[in-house]
């Protein structure tokens, strides 16, 4: 036999290709479970590192929107001043009007002039029985102004 000799090599060439071609029915069954479970560990890896990310980022955004309301609460109650020590129905059905007279009595007419009030409320509790210390006030400036 020549060093070039050719006979053999197309017969192992088509037997290589026949066996990649058609790999037996043993193979074929075996290598597909197998896959199918690299695929499915695969998966599962995946959507569990999505779902943390998604966990952490929804975490980081609640903590900013708790902020945000705190921060949009406190900026609602600027304008509120809370009065203590007024005895129940003193206010009658106008307390607004009650407290935008009583303030500059309080301070001075002198140093205050008239306050609007926007509104006005007794604190949100029940009624307190009689002789018990009286519910606050609450009530909302109009203008704010810091100083």
Do not use: Y
Request: aromatic share 4%; hydrophobic share 35%; glycine share 4%.
């Amino acid at each position: 036999m020549s060093k070039h000799d050719t006979s053999k090599k197309p017969k192992d060439a088509r037997s290589l290709r026949s066996a990649v071609a058609k790999p037996n029915a043993k193979d074929a069954s075996g290598g597909s479970e197998s896959d199918m479970e690299d695929l499915s560990s695969a998966w599962e890896k995946i959507s569990d590192k999505i779902l943390k990310h998604i966990n952490v980022s929804l975490k980081k955004e609640n903590n900013m929107l708790k902020l945000k309301v705190d921060d949009l609460e406190g900026r609602s109650r600027r304008n509120n001043i809370k009065i203590v020590g007024i005895p129940e129905r003193e206010e009658g059905n106008k307390p607004a009007e009650f407290i935008a007279a009583l303030i500059p009595k309080l301070l001075g007419e002198d140093n205050f002039q008239s306050v609007i009030i926007d509104r006005a409320h007794r604190t949100l509790r029940s009624t307190p029985p009689e002789g018990a210390k009286p519910r606050a006030i609450i009530a909302r400036v109009h203008f704010f102004r810091e100083t």
